[in-house]
């Protein structure tokens, strides 16, 4: 059976953050062969091309990271009907310099969480123009626009049972996206 390393860019910094909560619940829901780890970018320097040939060591680490996995899980929140700046920042940092990125080729899921009644419709949008750009194929269906809302999450912090269904099919997607693009 083969082990795939998945590399989970969560664009929120908040320490309560839905997002985040997201991501640790969803990942239950997983096949044991997929192993997914957060992605630390709370200490990226913001991006400047004058560094490009001498990165500092934490973006040194974020592109080792995702240089390793096998996927990538993006679970992001929606700011001003956009992507965070901490996540783009993310994204052009482990892009450069140009030729050498750390995310071409991988295969993406995208999601995420809003108390807004469409959830993060706009950033998810915006996210995979992005990702396009830098040849990340990304799973296209089904998308998730996810409300927080009472019984999103149980009192365990997992998914709670009125979403369960949906985002186990999410997973199950997202499961069989990686493996086309890796096996």
Same mark, same amino acid.
């Given at each position: 059976?083969s082990?795939?390393?998945i590399a ?8 309560d953050?839905f997002?985040?909560?997201l991501? @640790?619940a969803i990942?239950?829901l997983?096949p044991?062969?997929f192993?997914f780890?957060?992605?630390?970018? %709370?200490?990226l320097p ?6 490009? *040939? @001498?990165?500092s060591?934490s973006v040194? %680490?974020?592109k080792?990271e995702?240089k390793?996995a ?8 929606e700011?001003?009907r956009s992507?965070p700046?901490?996540?783009k920042?993310?994204?052009d940092?482990a892009s ?10 991988? +295969?993406?899921g995208?999601?995420?969480?809003s ?5 993060t419709?706009?950033?998810?949008? &915006?996210l %995979?123009n992005v990702?396009?750009?830098l040849?990340? +194929?990304t799973l *296209?269906?089904p ?5 927080a809302k ?12 009125a @979403? ?7 997973m199950?997607r997202y499961?069989?996206?990686?493996k086309k &693009?890796v096996?």
């Amino acid at each position: 059976m083969s082990q795939y390393q998945i590399a989970v860019i969560v664009g929120s910094l908040r320490k309560d953050s839905f997002n985040r909560a997201l991501a @640790s619940a969803i990942v239950k829901l997983a096949p044991p062969e997929f192993t997914f780890t957060q992605v630390k970018i %709370r200490d990226l320097p913001l991006y400047n091309q004058d560094n490009d *040939g @001498s990165p500092s060591e934490s973006v040194k %680490r974020l592109k080792h990271e995702i240089k390793a996995a096998q996927g990538l899980l993006f679970v992001t929140p929606e700011y001003n009907r956009s992507i965070p700046g901490v996540l783009k920042n993310a994204l052009d940092l482990a892009s450069r310099p140009y030729g050498q990125s750390a995310w071409a080729g991988k +295969p993406a899921g995208v999601i995420g969480v809003s108390v807004g009644a469409i959830g993060t419709a706009l950033a998810q949008q &915006h996210l %995979r123009n992005v990702l396009a750009y830098l040849d990340v +194929p990304t799973l *296209g269906q089904p998308e998730a626009f996810i409300q927080a809302k009472e019984g999103l999450f149980d009192e365990s912090g997992n998914i709670g049972a009125a @979403s369960k269904q949906f985002l186990q099919s999410w997973m199950d997607r997202y499961v069989e996206w990686v493996k086309k &693009h890796v096996d």
